[in-house]
Structures are given as C-alpha cells and as structure tokens.
C-alpha cells in the first residue's frame, strides 16, 4: 500500500506578510496591477517549492487570493452586485476589491462605482479568518467571469509542479450566500454548468485531479441540502478531472453515508477535530475511494504525537492506500517555527507552524512507508517534547486551580435585573437619547507603529515612550470633546492588539514576532500561545484609564477584551477542556473590572467580539458551549455595583439562534455590526424583545469609504423602526484601529451630527 503526503492549502500572505504589503501598496496607489500580480506569483512560487521540499506529494493550487476564496468563487460565477457597475466580461481587480472593500468617489473600485458599500463580511464556520458574503437576487445569471483556476494550475505546471486545483464547492457556496428575494439553493443548476465548464478547461490543461472542499457537510443539513450535494456530484464528478471531495473543522456524523455514497473518487475528512469518525469512515468507504486522513491540526500550533497517529493509521495504511495531510488548509497557521528566535525553547519545542506541520506529515508517510526506523531520529524527537509538556512546571499553576475550584454560580450573577440597574446608571452618566460613543481604538499612525518598534528595539526608553503615549491621548481625548462625542474612549495607542495586548501581561501566554496568520484582506494577526494556567499579576490597564479620564469631565470607558474571546483568538492549549482555561482568563479579566471600579470608572466595556464564532457547527453542541461561555463573561461582569455600566461588543456574527444565550449575558449595553446589513441583523433583537440598551453599528469601519450623515440617519431611522429609540446607541461597527484619521474624523463627525439629528426629530415628534 502506497501512503502519499497532501495539503489543502498553504498560507497566503507569506512568512513576513509579503501579501499584506504588497496590496496596502496597490490600494494606496504607490504600486499598479502589474507589481501586485508579480508579488502574488512570486509568493505562489515560493510555496509550492516550499511544500515540494518538505515532502508533500500532492500540492494545491488555486488555494492562494488576493483578498478571499469565497470572494474568488463569486467572481468566478459573475456574481457581482449592480451596485458596482460592472458590465460583465472578466471581473477585474477593481471590482473584486470593490466587492470586499467597498468603493468611493472613484478613487478605489471599479471606476463605475462612484459610492459602493463593501458586501457583507463574516467568519469563515468557527475560524477566525473572515470571508465576504456572496449576495443573491431574484433572476440572478452565472457565468464564468475569472479563469483563476486555470491560469494557477497552468502557473504551476510551468514551473514543474504538477497541483491538484481547489475550488470552494458549490453547495457550501450556495449555503453561505445571502439571498434578496431568493433562495440561494434554488440557483444550484444555473450555477453547476460554471464549475462544469471550469472543470473542462482544467481536464484540458491536464490536471488529473480536483479538490473541491463541501465543508457544510459537517454541518446539519436539511434535505434540500442532502438533495443539492446529490444532484451537484451527479453532474461534476463525470467528464473531468477526479473529484477530491475535502470535508474539514469537523465530523461527517449523520452525513457519513451521504458523503461515502457521492460517486466522487476520494474523501478528504476532519480527524483533529473529529478523531471517533476514523472507524466509520474506514468501515463505510468503498474500496475505489481513495481516503485523505487530516491527522495533523490545521488550526493549532501544536506539535503532533507522532506516535499516537502511527498506532491509529497503520491498521488502515496496511490495506488501503492513503493520503495523509493537514486537517484543513493551513490557511489558519502561521507559517514557520523557524522564523521565532525570541520564544522560551522550552514553549518552542512544543510547536509546529506550517511548514513544520509538513514536515510531520513526511515523517508519518516514511514511517509508514519506509519503516519506523527509518524516521527514528525525528520521532524520538516528537516523543521527548510531546513527554516534557506533560509534565512542565511552566504549565501546572496550583493556586489557578485554587481559585478555579473555589468558583460559585453566585459570582456570575448581578443580582438586581436591568430594569432596576437601568435608572441607577441614568442618574450617573446624565446621557441624552441616542449616546454616542466609539467601540474603543483610534488609528494606529504609522507615527504610533514607528514608535512603537522604537521602543521595542530600545531607540527610545519606557519614560519617552510614555510621553509620546500620554501625548497622543490627550490629543484624542480632546478631539473627542469637540466633535460632542458621549461616552470617551482613551484611544489604546499603548496596545498592539486587543488580545495580545493583556495576553502580554498574563501568565500562561506566549507571544510570536512572525506568527501571522491571515484575518481577511490584508489584516494579519499574531495569535497569542495560551500554553499554560492564566492569571493575573498586577493591574493592566487602570493607569492608562486614569489619565485619560483626568483629562475630562465626561465618562471615559474602561476598555477590556473579554474572556471568550480571547481563548477564541489565540491558539488554546489542547491538554485540557476549553471551558476550564475561559475560566481561568475571566477570574483574571474579573480582577481588572474590579479595580477599574475602584478607580472611578463608571463605564467599563467587556468585548466579547468572537462569543458566537466559537459556537460548535452542530446545533446539538450549541448549550453545552453557550453555558460555559455566557457563565464566563457574567464572571468578569457581575463583581461591580448597580450603577456601574457594563458595555460588551461582539461584530460579524449572526445572532437570530443565540439571542437567549446573549440576552443572558445581561450586559446593560451591546454594541453590534450592523452598517452592512442595514440593520438587517436587529430584527433578530426585535423578535426577541431584547430588553436591555444596543448600539447598532452605522459606520463600516471594515471599508475605506467615509459615510455621509444622511446614510448614518437612514441607518438610525430604519434601527428605530425595530427597536425603541430609548434603547439605542450610536457608534461604529467595531474600533478604528486600522483605519486613517482622515477617514476617522468626518466619519465621527456625520455621525455625531446623525444623532443630534435624530434627538431633534424626537423631540419634535414628541412635542
């Protein structure tokens, strides 16, 4: 039996974010089409010579984008909303990023979409990579628009690689568009003949086999679903090359029979995340159905147990050939171990990126192959590192078991309802109807950055970087008075990001300086290590609120990350369950609000932004995580007194099917994304009747394009028509931290001016 090493995907943006460089140049305008498409070839090259080298027998093409996979198929199938103007033919750049980023006054789009709202951006299943939300109308027409595919796979052949091209597949394409005055499922036949005719022109230009990933097929499916994966697989795996049918980031489950039965010629499945489905699948596959096996994590940073996987694999290897490779694409990793010099060797020995995942891959291959002996050395390797992480002192914190054990349901309860805390916090904060505030950043200049690497590099020391600090705050803290800003944030120019930022002052995290891994576009995240029991070892944030709140009369928010959301935006320790680690980081985060409080703070916001991306795929896992993670945030929240305003922001989720979980969280303010959708998100809130106060975004900070007071008025309006305006907020999508003050300033001003605008017709309808 013949055991060959794949990958799904391999990182885009490079291992010094090559990528992210080269679009924020051609979107600036100091670079043109032609330097970004050779800086995108040049990172295509560099990968699959990386890969080959490594050992993969079978690489990807077509997994790399300019921008997003899911964006690439609607580009690929002409589905382009008329708002950008295009009139058909190939889509260009323009439009693409167009369609992802919005588009204004000619300057950045397509040339015909003069003031275009970027589409609609969510989380990608329960990764945090984002994609963009293909949108779908009544008499909507497919045609094949972009010759992507082709081109990569004619790049790589050119070049001596011989790819298996991936394509995101039809019905999960279908399952994650928006459909206006249609039902995206219904359009499956008028979009099958597109993938058709691609997968004709990829026979023609010799690829042999295809990837095409249905990752909704670990997800709960209805009939027209099953129906749809039936009819699609019917039609794609005939006159073509071989169907690789990748399932990913969890179990086939009740879908096992329906995947093995697709006349496809293999099956890609998810034993990270769903190891217990190894058996079925072994059992149910028929004996032509080559079998890829996702033994290695493709979303965590772990190192493998090598040995574990040889004792499950070898039965199977020994009477079948195989495939082995990655969970799911190595998207969701950062690049290469190699490139950290700066982390404790004893956390590093622990670790495998992607290229060293690769590597891990070859090493099973030989073994399996070859022999164990032939690969003796890097097992022993595997074997010592895997035995020291059980047993390191750097992990094990008896006093975080301690607390964790003396923890009650009384301490994640605030005992009088909101109704009662709701006049108490009134009579403080003295806020007009329709408050205005900002959901906590201000932009990170490249004056902030340069600063920033100063100080880290040692140019400048604690006490000058201090002032320069204290000095873009003040400033901030200003500006925000003048415009007539509500509730004041400080800015958090002293933070690199929002979860490394306390992850930094936590015990238990480790910290990359290249671990970037890919949020959307051209964002770019270092996701912390939580390697280890957290705690907390001194106060984090209560001097830089202190200083900012000495600088006006008006409340200026305490601003924190909130449990969940920082286990869910950093790579989680796998030795233990993710509910006792949360816990351990919201004692930690509990300890903060608390000491806030007792400085002054009146406002103090608790951002739990990825709560529902880390809600399991399954409907019937949904309790289980609601529970322990609405307990953790009610941990951090409930220590403070009655009059103390408790604020929470999560963005880009779809929340219809959680309303009771956050409805529980009993914040007494939410802020939500809500610009994109406009305002479609708070008919879920209204159906719920949501009892306590909600900002509903009306800027997109996501796009360049600066929104006019009116659109931010309609916005308010329409909000308005779902919910009572006593419970309204105004404020942006999510924080400014990565856009322009050239972009910040009249954005807040339309929008200050929006609900000054709207108190007034209040106060006439009224009167």
């Known amino acids: 039996m013949t055991i060959q090493v794949a990958t799904l995907g391999f990182p885009r943006i490079g291992p010094r974010r090559e ?25 295509r090259a560099a990968a699959w010579a990386r890969q080959k080298a490594l050992g993969a027998d079978v690489l990807p093409s077509g997994d790399f984008s300019l921008y997003d996979h899911v964006l690439d198929i609607s580009a690929m199938l002409g589905v382009v909303p008329a708002r950008y103007g295009w009139a058909g033919g190939k889509v260009g750049l323009d439009t693409y990023f167009a369609m992802a980023r919005g588009a204004q006054d000619h300057g950045e789009g397509c040339s015909h979409a003069v003031d275009s709202t ?42 001596g690689y011989h790819t298996r091209p991936v394509l995101l597949g039809p019905v999960t394409w279908l399952t994650l568009a928006k459909g206006r005055d249609v039902e995206p499922l219904s359009l499956l036949d008028a ?7 691609v997968l004709a022109q990829l026979a023609r230009a010799g690829a042999d086999w295809v990837q095409i990933d249905e990752p909704c097929l670990v997800l709960d ?86 040995d574990a996987l040889l004792a499950r694999i070898g039965p199977i290897a020994a009477e079948r050939d195989l495939i082995l490779a990655p969970s799911c694409s190595l998207l969701h990793t950062p690049v290469d171990l190699a490139l950290e010099t700066g982390l404790d060797p004893e956390v590093t020995q622990w670790l495998a990126f992607a290229v060293q995942k690769i590597g891990e891959l070859s090493v099973l291959a030989r073994a399996l192959n070859d022999g164990a002996e032939t690969v003796a050395e890097p097992l022993a390797a595997a074997r010592a590192a895997v035995d020291a992480r059980k047993t390191s002192s750097l992990i094990h914190n008896p006093a975080v078991a301690a607390r964790l054990a003396a923890v009650d349901h009384a301490m994640a309860k605030r005992a009088p309802p909101f109704a009662e805390r709701k006049p108490l916090q009134q009579a403080r904060l003295k806020l007009p109807s329709f408050p ?69 002052q936590l015990w238990g995290f480790a910290f990359t300086r290249s671990a970037w891994v890919q949020s959307y576009g051209s964002r ?17 944030t209560v001097e830089w609120w202190r200083y900012a709140q000495s600088l006006t009369d008006k409340p200026m928010k305490g601003m924190l990350t909130g449990p969940v959301t920082i286990l869910n935006w950093s790579f989680v320790r796998d030795d233990q369950p993710r509910e006792r680690s949360c816990r351990a980081i919201a004692l930690a985060i509990r300890d903060e609000v608390l000491d806030l409080e007792a400085a002054g703070a009146k406002v103090i916001q608790i951002d739990e932004a990825a709560l529902r991306e880390g809600l399991p795929l399954r409907r019937a896992d949904w309790q289980a ?84 007071e009116a659109e931010m008025v309609e916005l308010l309006s329409l909000a308005g028509k779902r919910l009572p305006v006593e419970q309204l907020w105004v404020n942006p999508d999510c924080g400014l931290k990565t856009r322009k003050w050239e972009e910040v300033r009249p954005a807040l001003i339309a929008m200050v001016a929006a609900a000054q605008r709207m108190r007034v017709r209040g106060a006439y309808d009224a009167g």
């Not at 293909?134 to 992507?148: C, D, H, I, M, N």
């Not at 979009?191 to 005719?197: G, N």
């Not at 340069?450 to 400033?475: C, H, M, N, P, Q």
């Not at 307990?631 to 403070?640: I, K, M, N, P």
Request: charged share 25%.
């Open 524 to 540: 770019c995240v270092r996701p912390p290590i939580l390697y280890g029991d957290v705690a907390r070892p001194r106060a984090m």
């Open 118 to 159: 970027a589409q609609e951006m969510t989380k990608w299943f329960d990764t945090n990579y984002h994609y963009m939300v293909p949108e779908l109308a009544a008499g909507q027409r497919f045609a094949l628009s972009s010759s992507k595919a082709v081109d990569e796979f004619n790049e790589a052949r050119a070049l």
């Open 436 to 504: 205005t505030t900002t959901i906590g950043s201000f932009p990170q200049t490249p004056e902030v950055r340069k600063a920033r690497a100063a100080y880290i590099r040692g140019e400048i020391d604690e006490a000058g970087y201090e002032v320069f600090l204290r000095a873009e705050t003040a400033e901030a803290v200003a500006w925000q008075e003048t415009i007539g800003l509500d509730v004041l944030v400080h800015g958090e120019f002293e933070r690199n990001d929002m979860v490394q930022y306390f992850g930094e």
């Open 221 to 306: 499916l209805d009939e027209d679903q099953r129906a749809a994966l039936k009819r699609a697989y019917k039609r794609l795996s005939v006159n073509g090359p071989k169907v690789m049918l990748a399932t990913y980031f969890g179990a086939l489950g009740d879908n096992l029979e329906l995947a093995t039965d697709l006349p496809v010629h293999g099956l890609h499945v998810d034993l990270v995340r769903a190891p217990e489905q190894l058996e079925a699948v072994w059992q149910r596959a028929r004996p032509d159905l080559l079998l890829s096996l996702g033994v290695i994590d493709g979303r965590n940073v772990w190192r493998a147990d090598l």
């Open 19 to 43: 990528l992210k460089f080269a679009l924020e140049n051609y979107w600036s305008g100091k670079s043109d089409a032609d330097s970004l498409s050779l800086a995108a070839v040049g990172l």
């Open 191 to 197: 979009v099958l003949p597109v993938y058709e005719e």
């Open 625 to 708: 995580y609601l529970d322990w993670a609405v307990e953790c945030f009610r941990l951090t929240a409930s220590g403070v007194r009655d009059e103390t305003q408790i604020h929470t922001h999560m963005c880009y989720s779809e929340f219809n099917d959680i309303l009771p979980a956050i409805g529980a969280m009993d914040a007494d303010v939410i802020s939500i994304e809500t610009a994109r959708s406009q305002m479609e998100l708070l008919d879920a809130f209204a159906d719920y009747a949501y009892p306590n106060e909600i900002g509903p975004g009306v800027y997109d900070i996501h796009a360049p394009r600066i929104p006019a």
